[in-house]
């Protein structure tokens, strides 16, 4: 068997005859060789008691070990033709001796093939002293080595000078420890021998020999009385300390660095075996070394495989299970690993061939703008690392997001340089901030599912989690979330601390859970002492037993925080106990000086402390960068410092070489750890700290030119408002808070809203009451802006003081708009709708329009007859091409009467109409703006209304309204415009699939656009026409509503949600499923929701609920429990408000309702008979003035029923079929369905069984197809009747 290229020899020669053959002769002894027994005899012709007691000692010594030592195994002591002898079992295999010798000539005999002979060696001595036997005679010729399964194997032969120790602890066991010296001394000298190949001298001609001998003699040997030599360069570093440790036991030389025993040698040496990539490297003396500079890894991981295991089954977890998105927060004190533990995530990604984006949260940084940096660092990879196959993701994302790239460039410029040559030169359009905070997060979401895929999984991870904003943390909530978004692992990591609050990131993960997705938490603290002394063995290459007491004191004063550990370890090489001796190749250390030395219990404190022992330009440094940021370029560094008295060039190496610092690429630099950071500004004297900012900030201003100082302004505001107590006149005042109003407009267009909001706040703070005097402008400027960026933010407290402010001290009204705007918008948002419609009252009036003062059904009926007079000799081709709104002061009323009117239909239902006229008469005689499609659509809704039905005039009003907003290119108007005439108007003249697309085209258009509450809306009405009208299969329903939901629970639109909740209980109802819609997604129950809609007036949900109720019992064939539901139906009255599909389809409902009670020809027989014929007489208009697609089939059905009724079994007959035919042909399979089944009931009744049964089945067979299994076993159990 072959071992590294090395063949071990053959074994002896052997006779046939039964001769023993003499193997070996010395002047005392002889060895002979009998097949597989070994003779060793005593040569002396009169052999002393001694001697021979000695070939008994070697027997009991051989008996006493344990069969599992690799010993020579004596069968019995008698004598060999007349002298006294052992007789042995022979040990195949090559002298150590031998063995070396063969190796000097083999150049495939390398280090590792030694490591594994040196191995077996030393666990048979282990394996001696562990039966508590110390071997006392290790020389080259009594180790066998021989081969097996791939390793070595090593025989120790010559037993005559072992010791059996005695279990005698009288004397404190100084004789055992002596004897154990002596065999680990040896073992220094048997390891020396092996790795340097040094020759050994022996009194016999041992090589010399017979080649084919295999059992060695017992032989001594004489060292070479120099002292060993140092390993030459090249030599691994932690081979040299451990055989340099064991060698200088018997020089004298005291240290804490010692073998105690054999077990430890054994385990550093397999420990070196296992990791030869950390503990073979050859020594090659640098810079470092030769400056006695110890270079520390900074992003070392160690231990923490509990932890890393939970890692990868999270990430396993993501991969399966349809790609479920998962959340795992890793949660720790500062500085115990929690990012090194995440960094292990890339190699399950990296093999899985997916996506890192990483992002970290810092308490100076603007929190948000993490997420924004952390895409745009995502991008910049992704360019720099030229990834193959990125075409795919182009595609994706091409698709998913299109011309929203160039919405988000500003605040991700690399996504565009990625995407440069794949979007098309669209124009974005305008929107208001309010708005593009929501399309912002739209974006955001649509990005990050376009990102990852099945087969690119993406991990999202961002550090620090607990300085994220509440406007992060609701995009992180919304990301998570985002149904889109599949193959996704979200990692965080917080802090555990006092006086950090935890509530927030509670609030976010509860709420997440609440939405379906899994969090999984880790909580980790310090490292174990023996990870302690892994780290310090493979950072000074020293065997993991003699780095044992440095590990072991460095964890008692440091705790096990990693990050105090690495700065502990450096602080010992700057303060001289920790050194590299050029002499011995290997680093040493004072461990009675480490153990005296004085240590902070805080890390930051303790870092501190040692930043204060470096040169004085080193330390300012330092403090420059602390108050630049956790990450910060050369240039700005450069600005920052005083000129010709610091060194960038200097300073930067040697951060980084001392672990303050981090090199990110393109000269910019990082903190190596935000407590390091914390150190650093710790430096500067409290009492400095607002000059040391304002002299930075300052210095970097006046140092960069004014076309540059957008890339810079954040930076040089944050540090010149840290200084504002140091500024001393009005000019210094003005002149701060313009270069705040330019970094809150920046972030604004950054859609950093939060830090937008914080700077404009400083900035206003700078403005005295003769600022307006002498600075107008800016003053006006700056409070506007801050009013704007207070509402998006949703900061009502901090928003009214700033809304007076202008309103008392503008020039003139105009200079009053947009913060009377703001103030509407507020009022409306708090849900103030009188005092919102008051204030536009005011606004309208002062621009010189009227506003109706009191409402009446006089002022109703001028307002409406003179819209249509206007209107009444006006083309749809002239009402589109009016001319555009010039003025102002019209365009601004306008825009408050727009506001007025999404308050009144909930605070004033009756003035709705009247304003909504208002604005389409402005349209007309003054010209439209982009708010005029919104007013027409509006007075189209109100023609389609039950006030007057004017199918006609509603449909030639959508029209217009549509035209006109592609004219305008009004697309932040497509949410409303496109629910009010495809989800109002046109349902009554086009078929109901016709609307399903521009629902959800609208949905798309919103989220761009941001106007969140129409843009949910149109997904609202888009699941009741697809359920009612258009009777899709309710598997799709299910699973489109259950993405809807999601999405108004991510918007925050709850009163939305729950309409969609209703739906989809529908659809789970019919399908059979015991599922409660309620209960999962919001935690509640239908009748909770209904009597919480009645006790708070939302009769739209009251009535929403009551015919979903109505809907299910009517198609389970619970007719009692319909009729009842109609009942109570009758109590929230629709009046004259717009009437979706779901309205239209209770009407028909109600309908075969009072048809079938009619019939039962009760007491009541007139009032369901008038019922029926009313609703039959409201269909009929309804097809003939609207749509024929729509309403022939219900028409047909409900004409059926009455003239079953009636007893017209011909005509009966004769309008089932068409129901049938128009319901096939329209593709309304559940109306199809119904038909079919109120056919066969027909039948049944006048005992036509056979047709009644092919009736039900041809309805099964529909009710299959929708998906209804409910309806389908309601309908079974009537075939089985009429069966039997």
Known sequence: ???????????????????????????????????????????????????????????????????????????????????????????????????????????????????????????????????????????????????????????????????????????????????????????????????????????????????????????????????????????????????????????????????????????????????????????????????????????????????????????????????????????????????????????????????????????????????????????????????????????????????????????????????????????????????????????????????????????????????????????????????????????????????????????????????????????????????????????????????????????????????????????????????????????????????????????????????????????FGLKLCSCLGASFDVNALRKGGPANEFDVEEFLPFSIESGFLREDGQRRYSWAHDQVQQAAYALIPVGKRESFHLLLGSRMFMRTPAEELTNIIFTVVVNMNHGIGQLKTLAQFHEVARLNLKAGKKAMTLSSFDSAAKYLLVGVSLIKEESWNIEYELSLELHDTVCEALFVIGDWEKLLPNIQEPLQKARCFADKLNTYHTLVRYLKATGDLRGAIENCKHVVSELGDDFPDQIDEALFREETRRVEQLLQDKSEAELISLPKMTDERKIASMQFLNHALSSAFAAEPMLAPILTCRMVSLSVECGVCEISATAFAGYGSWLVSAYKSDFEGGYRMGHVAIELKNRLRYEEGIPRIHAIVYGFINIWRTPFQASLPKHLEAYDAGNFSGDVEFTLSNLYMHGVNSLYGCGDNLRDVDSTTRVYIQRCKQSGQSFLGKFICVIHEVALKLMGSSEKSYASFYDTTEERMFIDGREQSKISLCRFILFKRKYVAFFLGQMHAAADFFELGLSFPIGGNGRLVNIIVGVFIDGLIAFYYARKRRSDENRWTEIGNGVLSLLEVWAKEGSDWNFSNKLFLLQAECFFLRGDERAALQKYNASIKSAQDHRFIHEEGLAHERLASFHDHYGRRSEALTCFNAAKRCYEHWGAQAVVQRVERTIAKLQR
């Open 1 to 619: 068997m072959s071992l590294g290229g090395y063949r071990s020899p053959p074994a002896g020669p052997t006779s046939s005859s039964t001769q023993p053959t003499l193997v070996y002769q010395s002047a005392s002894t002889a060895v002979y060789r009998l097949e597989d027994i070994g003779i060793k005899v005593l040569l002396a012709e009169n052999p002393t008691e001694q001697q021979v007691l000695q070939l008994v000692h070697e027997q009991n010594v051989s008996s006493y070990l344990p069969p599992t030592c690799q010993k020579r195994h004596v069968i019995d002591v008698k004598g060999f033709k007349g002298d006294p002898a052992i007789h042995f079992t022979w040990v195949n295999g090559s002298t150590l001796a031998k063995w070396l010798h063969t190796a000097r000539r083999r150049a495939d005999v390398n280090i590792t093939v030694r490591l594994r002979a040196a191995i077996a060696i030393v666990k048979t001595l282990a394996d001696f002293h562990k039966a508590k036997v110390v071997y006392n005679n290790l020389s080259p010729d009594n180790i066998v080595l021989d081969t097996f399964d791939g390793s070595y194997i090593a025989t120790f032969i010559d037993l005559s000078k072992a010791i059996i120790l005695s279990n005698d602890t009288s004397n404190g066991g100084q004789v055992e420890k002596n004897a154990v010296e002596m065999d680990l001394h040896a073992l220094g000298r048997i390891l020396n021998a092996l790795f340097d190949g040094e020759r050994f001298d022996s009194n016999s001609s041992a090589d010399e020999s017979d080649d084919t001998s295999t059992e060695g003699e017992e032989h001594s040997y004489r060292r070479k009385r120099n002292k060993r030599q140092a390993q030459v360069e090249g030599f691994p570093t932690c081979l040299n300390a451990l055989i340099s440790t064991l060698l200088l036991r018997k020089e004298g030389e005291e240290t804490s660095e010692k073998y105690g025993n054999v077990k430890d040698v054994l385990s550093d040496l397999q420990v070196i075996a296992t990791n030869p990539q950390i503990f073979l490297k050859a020594l090659k003396v640098d810079d470092f070394t030769l400056h006695n500079r110890l270079n520390a890894p900074v992003d070392a991981f160690y231990g923490r495989q509990s932890e890393v295991s939970l890692l990868y089954h999270a990430f396993d977890s993501v991969n399966k299970h349809e790609g479920q998105p998962m959340v795992l927060s890793i949660s720790g004190s500062p500085g115990t690993g929690k990012t090194f533990l995440v960094n292990q995530i890339r190699k399950p990604l990296q093999e899985a061939n997916g996506y890192l984006i990483r992002g970290k949260f810092d308490r100076r940084a603007r929190p948000d703008s993490i997420i924004f940096l952390a895409l745009d660092d995502f991008f910049a990879r992704l360019i720099d690392e030229r990834r193959k196959n990125v075409q795919d993701l182009i595609q994706r994302i091409r698709h998913a997001v299109g011309p929203g790239c160039r919405v988000l460039m500003n605040s991700i410029p690399n996504l565009h340089r990625f995407m440069e040559g794949h979007l098309d030169d669209n124009s974005d359009g305008a929107v208001g901030s309010s708005a593009s905070e929501h399309r912002w997060k739209y974006l955001l979401c649509k990005l990050v599912a376009a990102v990852s895929s099945k087969n690119e999984p993406l991990a999202i991870f961002f550090d620090d989690l607990q300085w994220a904003d509440e406007t992060s943390l609701e995009v992180i909530r919304m990301i998570i979330t985002e149904p889109d978004i599949k193959y996704c692992l979200f990692l965080c990591t917080h802090r555990i601390e006092d006086e950090i609050p935890q509530h927030r990131m509670k609030r976010m993960f509860q709420t997440i859970q609440q939405q379906g997705v899994s969090v999984m938490s880790i909580k980790i603290g310090a490292i174990a002492k023996d990870t302690v002394n892994t780290m310090l063995s493979e950072t000074l290459c020293l065997p993991p037993s003699l780095c044992s007491p440095l590990s072991s004191t460095i964890h008692n004063r440091t705790g096990g925080i990693i990050l105090f550990v690495m700065n502990f370890l450096r602080s010992l090489n700057e303060d001289g106990l920790l050194w590299f001796n050029l002499s011995t190749r290997r680093w040493e250390y004072d461990i009675v000086g480490i153990q005296q030395k004085e240590v902070s219990a805080d890390v930051v404190q303790h870092m501190s402390q040692r930043m204060t022992r470096l040169p004085r330009s080193m330390q």
